[in-house]
């Protein structure tokens, strides 16, 4: 049973309520879910040195002017972390009611560190807090790495060997690179990037670098393969290739007479006939080596055969030419000039050409000094004595 009077109170108390909510002094609402933070990426993936960017969105659908100052939390100092908005470096927002503004976070991932997850905090006060996730895919190091896209090439000894190396630098800062290789004596070998030839080469940090080595064999290199180190280092840090060079064998040609002798006679309009040896002086073999001449004006030198199809290594091939003088060549000497040519060198020879005038122009000279005196004897013996 109720106690006399209770129903009194509790009519009282309810009178008391009605009238609150009449005159609107109600309790306030809460705030809560009003502001808030949202990025449609909370985790994403890079490898060591690479740089990633989440775009977090705070969002006020609250009836008042929201303010928040942004702050973060790094997993450790290593990594490099920049908040920005609309370009600019940013540390406090206001967002207008029923709208939001956007803030992105930029996070640097070290070059020295493990595989793993990792967790970025982001703070905005009023908006509340996000945990971002980053996987590192791969283990970290702080290095420089020295690549060759092609690093075996073949040729002859009188090839040029050109490979393409990239140089990347995997550290935190800008380096300078010295650059050397270290051929076999006789060699040559440059560096060139963007079409100079270089020594050195700068880089920005988690950068490349193009870079273009070229080797020049020596003449005289044995058929085999060579193997070429190259370097790229600082006092700080540095990287190692090794290029390899096969060299398949060395072209050389040779040009000369059967006899060695490099001279020769004819007479105007005449022909004179030359042995020739071509001999392949190089431990590769020739192949179509063609016969060629130069000769005076109204001269003319035939080749049998013309064309050699093929000289194995250290072996000669006898080839005849033929020179035809001009009629109206005068004594004296002359230069005509030979060459055989293979695809892979050439050589030539220089045959100094005697014309002699012909031994029946000769007799027709001293008959016509003969008739010329004897036309001198009878005109004095005719006339010489009146």
């Given at each position: 049973m109720f106690k006399p009077g209770f129903g009194k109170w509790a009519n009282f108390a309810m009178t008391l309520l009605m009238a609150l909510g009449v005159l609107g002094l109600s309790a306030p609402a809460s705030a809560a879910g009003t502001a808030k933070l949202y990025t449609p990426y909370v985790s994403l993936s890079a490898a060591p040195g690479e740089s990633i960017t989440y775009d977090v969105d705070l969002i006020n659908d609250g009836d008042g002017i929201q303010?928040?100052?942004?702050?973060?939390?790094?997993?450790?100092?290593?990594?490099?972390?920049?908040?920005?908005?609309?370009?600019?470096?940013?540390?406090?927002?206001?967002?207008?009611?029923?709208?939001?503004q956007t803030a992105s976070l930029s996070v640097l991932v070290p070059f020295e560190v493990a595989k793993g997850s990792y967790a970025l905090q982001l703070n905005a006060g009023a908006f509340g807090s996000l945990t971002l996730k980053i996987n590192v895919t791969e283990?970290?190091?702080?290095?420089?790495?020295l690549s060759a896209e092609q690093p075996n090439m073949e040729g002859h000894s009188d090839s040029t060997f050109t490979y393409n190396?990239?140089?990347?630098?995997?550290?935190?800062?800008?380096?300078?690179?010295?650059?050397?290789?270290?051929?076999?004596?006789?060699?040559?070998?440059?560096?060139?990037?963007g079409g100079n030839n270089v020594t050195a080469v700068d880089i920005e940090p988690n950068a490349t670098s193009s870079i273009t080595l070229t080797l020049t064999p020596s003449e005289k290199a044995e058929a085999k393969t060579y193997k070429i180190p190259v370097h790229a280092a600082n006092s700080n840090t540095s990287a190692d290739v090794t290029m390899e060079a096969v060299i398949t064998g060395t072209y050389g040609i040779g040009l000369t007479t059967s006899n060695q002798v490099l001279s020769a006679n004819v007479t105007a309009g005449g022909k004179r006939t030359l042995e020739l040896s071509v001999t392949n002086t190089g431990t590769a073999e020739l192949t179509n080596v063609s016969l060629t001449n130069t000769a005076p004006t109204d001269w003319e030198v035939t080749f049998e055969p013309k064309t050699i199809p093929s000289i194995k290594a250290g072996e000669s091939v006898p080839v005849t030419a033929t020179i035809h003088?001009?009629?109206?060549?005068?004594?004296?000497?002359?230069?005509?000039?030979?060459?055989?040519?293979?695809?892979?060198?050439?050589a030539d020879a220089a045959i100094r050409v005697t014309v002699k005038t012909s031994v029946l122009w000769g007799w027709i000279g001293v008959l016509i000094i003969l008739v010329v005196l004897a036309g001198v004897y009878w005109l004095f013996r005719k006339y010489g004595r009146r």
């Open positions: 303010t928040a100052a942004l702050s973060y939390t790094a997993p450790s100092k290593d990594w490099k972390t920049d908040l920005t908005a609309g370009g600019h470096p940013i540390s406090e927002f206001a967002v207008k009611p029923h709208e939001s283990q970290g190091t702080y290095k420089t790495e190396l990239t140089l990347a630098n995997r550290t935190a800062s800008k380096q300078q690179y010295a650059l050397t290789a270290e051929p076999p004596a006789g060699w040559d070998a440059r560096f060139s990037s003088s001009s009629d109206k060549s005068l004594s004296g000497d002359y230069v005509v000039g030979l060459t055989a040519q293979a695809s892979e060198k050439s």
